[in-house]
């Protein structure tokens, strides 16, 4: 079974980039989709973007100016950059991978990112 | 963008009752439908794709149905551990969009 390990720096100020990355372990990493999801505190979910294996990503129209999905498949790994940050995206963001386009059945554990001056 | 629109957005019920949960898309999605439990402090879920699709390792009292625009999601014989917060969404076209969310209590 898959399971994800996500770490990233959990406080930011507004303007700075957030940065998380998501290792994969126990499974194959190709022919898997990789997806960022958030929530905020109280708050349902949000999907932010998702990359396939051959590296093609889609992004929600609301961040897409400002978010990018990367893979590494060389260390198992994929990321999220989140630009110019503002306390509207305090959140606690989740890596998830799936067989599936946008259909995550792994996640990892969550990480809480506060942006706060 | 498609919305979901999940009722109710919360309920209170008792262990051993049969609960449905419902989910409506503002248009079709054919059958690109899943739902999320999420307990507090932790990662969704995932319970069922598909529309119907029970996810391995999932209770058989979880049922999902519909197609189109209306689903429902239905815990035939609720369990201590099944209060949660229950989440459809739809992976018929990006943006992927959540309901926001059926949150359920002990009564």
């Known amino acids: 079974q898959v399971q994800l390990q996500q770490w990233g720096a959990g406080l930011l100020k507004p303007s700075e980039t957030l940065s998380l990355t998501c290792a994969v372990y126990?499974?194959?990493?190709?022919?898997?989709?990789w997806s960022w999801i958030r929530q905020p505190p109280g708050k349902g979910l949000e999907w932010i973007g998702e990359i396939n294996h051959g590296g093609s990503t889609n992004y929600s129209p609301s961040l897409k100016s400002r978010v990018t999905i990367s893979v590494d498949t060389s260390k198992n790994q994929f990321s999220l950059k989140l630009s110019s940050v503002t306390a509207a995206d305090t959140a606690v963001y989740y890596c998830a991978s799936h067989l599936s386009s946008g259909l995550p059945s792994d996640w990892g554990q969550g990480t809480l990112v506060t942006v706060s001056s | 963008a498609i919305r979901m629109t999940q009722s109710p957005s919360s309920f209170s019920a008792s262990t051993g009752d049969r609960v449905t949960i419902t989910c409506r898309a503002s248009q079709g999605i054919a059958s690109y439908l899943a739902w999320y439990q999420q307990k507090p402090g932790k990662a969704p879920k995932l319970l069922i794709f598909?529309?119907?699709t029970l996810q391995s390792g999932v209770p058989s009292r979880f049922s999902g149905s519909g197609s189109g625009t209306d689903f429902t999601l239905t815990i035939s014989c609720l369990q201590s551990e099944d209060f949660a917060t229950y989440y459809c969404?739809?992976?018929?076209?990006?943006?992927?969009?959540f309901g926001q969310g059926t949150k359920l209590e002990i009564k």
């Open positions: 126990g499974g194959s990493f190709s022919g898997y989709y």
């Open positions: 969404q739809q992976y018929y076209s990006y943006p992927y969009t």
């Open positions: 598909a529309a119907s």
